[in-house]
């Protein structure tokens, strides 16, 4: 009696209308979707409940930022928080996934992108000023302002004397004052934006080499931010 291959037979999906919006699901390596929320992961959802109630973009994306600042989010905090987020729809939910797909950068945004379109208005770089005042007093000043619907800047503090770290940053929407006071203590020069963010690129990595180093509570509440604008300036 000679034997016969078993013919497979395989299942094609339901044919699904253009018109239905899915959110694709994400792989993330040895993290099995549905995992339980940690304690860190639970309590920045906790504080990230007021987005669906903020109309101002910068708010939300200080809001996203300050809430993951006492927190360590390494890739597989993010996958959590995503994985959370893509399979409970809600207000709150689904406006954190759309800013997380526009803030973070590497594997998590694309997590986060490949389940929801990013945040709008979309962000965009202006100019960049320097105040160099590393050989007389250890440290550089860079203004960089930004523009969502009006216009905003972040001004960082490197200190030059510990190695070229961040060690204070803060937003600001008053460009004028900021841009006056920084004068107050050195000539300031136009420096082209993706040289002021190469600077500061380097800067924030020292920082992460150097976790405990002593700096302002303003660079951890704003790190989320910073590094949305080094990742735009350099395209």
């Known amino acids: 009696m000679s034997l016969r291959p078993v013919r497979r037979w395989t299942c094609q999906p339901r044919a699904v209308s253009r018109k239905t919006r899915t959110r694709r699901p994400f792989v993330v390596v040895h993290r099995p979707q549905g995992t339980p929320l940690t304690p860190a992961q639970r309590r920045f959802l906790d504080r990230c409940r007021a987005l669906p109630h903020l109309a101002d973009p910068l708010d939300a994306e200080l809001t996203v930022s300050t809430a993951v600042s006492d927190l360590t989010a ?24 759309r800013l997380l797909a526009a803030m973070l950068t590497g594997r998590p945004r694309e997590w986060a992108a490949n389940a929801v379109p990013a945040a709008k208005p979309a962000l965009s770089t202006g100019d960049s000023w320097i105040c160099d005042r590393s050989l007389d007093a250890g440290y550089l000043a860079l203004l960089c302002t930004y523009r969502f619907t009006d216009e905003h800047a972040m001004v960082f503090l490197i200190d030059e ?52 180093l002593d700096v302002d509570e303003e660079v951890h509440r704003t790190r989320l931010l910073a590094g949305r604008r080094i990742a735009l300036a350099f395209g």
């Not at 004397?161 to 006071?181: E, S």
């Not at 000539?187 to 040289?195: C, T």
């Open 161 to 212: 004397l510990t190695g070229g770290v961040v060690r204070k940053a803060f937003v600001t929407r008053n460009i004028t004052t900021a841009h006056d006071k920084l004068a107050e203590h050195g000539p300031l020069h136009r420096i082209n934006p993706e040289a002021a963010h190469w600077l500061l690129a380097k800067s924030f990595h020292r920082l992460d080499r150097n976790p405990t």
């Open 74 to 97: 390494d890739e597989e905090f993010w996958a959590g928080v995503i994985d959370h987020a893509t399979t409970r729809p809600t207000r709150r939910n689904d406006r954190l996934l």
